[in-house]
DNA sequence: ATCAAGTCTGAAACTTGTTCTAGATTAGCG
DNA sequence: CGCTAATCTAGAACAAGTTTCAGACTTGAT
């Protein structure tokens, strides 16, 4: 196990109001957490992330993991951060190759929702508990929202987005969780996520101000 | 999770396979338990359904709760199905008014919302239990997901949908599930669900066979 | 180096979903 | 009616999320 973190000091790239700064001892012990979590639902989902197993594996305190994400469904929200930042740096490398906005989106989605084929448990627990989430945990889904957000209007080569723009924007995502949750409960087959993935995106064209009703 | 007893699931006003038809008092009893379980989460939303709350007040031992409804997510699928009956049923009896299906199914949506509006604990115990459930419900979620077709279809006005329509239909419920969960948990207002619905009920019109692209 | 405040640890306790058991009731049938 | 299998009941027991607590360890400032 790679117990090594040099951590620069600075809190994650994303704006983020970070509290307290934390020492670089409780940014590694973050880091073992995270990746205890990540790891324990890499094998078996949500039910397998047990916190006394995240514990263990982080080789911390039950109290300390509790201080550190105040319930199951805060730690898994937060790995799910901690997994999009990732994606999204993988993502920004090579951008989608669409003609239009909406091929572009929905090759991005796909994109994404291949790497999670390829850890379908862990994409389980993270999207389990970005749905089960209650208002204490409003903060951290927000955010992963924005960061999905702003994913999405990359794909789509935007800078100022109109309202219309930003809630087809919305309905996409909401389609994109609905989908994969779906898909993760075995209600939909792939085929049908990437269906409906490219359905929803079209309402891009549909909302976009530069093209005037271009017909399918 | 092993286990599974033969137990009951009636048959619902709509298709169902329904196993073993149940005796009057059994009927009853699955009465009582859908009952408290509705009552108990107007009051206190999820959390406010505890399996021994809900055994107690509807008379029933907790091991019967468990033989009816495997789990607390399977008791509020259930109670999902119900609500959900009861509404198609009010929803009939004032079909929309709009011109266009879209209009005609952003409105039956929106008034499908009112009515979980008032009684938003209730919503929420429902709605969460919908998307956190696992494979081992996929069943009766699936029927839920029918049951919810079958109103937008209505609000259509269609006999035929295409498979481009259905898909749109699909995705008009993903975003109906989350732009609820969004609202619920207080990071989305009244206001924007509305707009998302109205938003992504324009796909109808995109889909429409008999109409050759109105602009909007 | 020292002290106060804040953190971390280990362990036990508490809560609520779920399972199990032994005995009472009920339903269907001859 | 009387029997047998299925169902129901009360209650204990178990599992995993969460809370609590006393004591050991760190940290930051003096």
């Not at 790497?115 to 970005?130: G, K, N, S, T, Y």
Request: charged letters at 25%; glycine letters at 4%; one cysteine or more.
């Amino acid at each position: 196990m790679p117990a090594q973190a040099k951590v620069a000091k600075v809190e994650a790239s994303t704006s983020q109001p970070a509290s307290p700064p934390l020492t670089e001892r409780q940014e590694a012990r973050r880091r073992r957490i995270l990746h205890a979590s990540a790891q324990l639902a890499s094998r078996g989902g949500f039910d397998a992330v047990q916190m006394r197993e995240v514990a263990e594996s982080s080789q911390v305190a039950l109290g300390t993991l509790y201080r550190y994400f105040p319930s199951k469904i805060h730690l898994l929200v937060a790995t799910m951060q901690d997994q999009l930042e990732h994606m999204h740096g993988t993502l920004r490398k090579k951008p989608p190759q669409g003609e239009t906005a909406a091929e572009r989106v929905a090759e991005t989605l796909m994109r994404a929702f291949r790497a999670l084929q390829r850890e379908p448990h862990l994409a389980d627990a993270m999207v389990r508990a970005l749905t089960f989430a209650d208002r204490s945990v409003s903060p951290e889904v927000d955010q992963v929202s924005r960061q999905t957000t702003v994913i999405i209007l990359d794909a789509m080569g935007l800078e100022n987005p109109t309202p219309e723009q930003l809630s087809a924007v919305r309905v996409i995502e909401h389609t994109w969780h609905s989908a994969l949750i779906t898909w993760l409960s075995g209600r939909a087959s792939i085929a049908q996520v990437k269906i409906d993935i490219e359905t929803v995106c079209r309402l891009i064209d549909l909302t976009d101000p530069t093209a005037t009703g271009k017909p399918s």
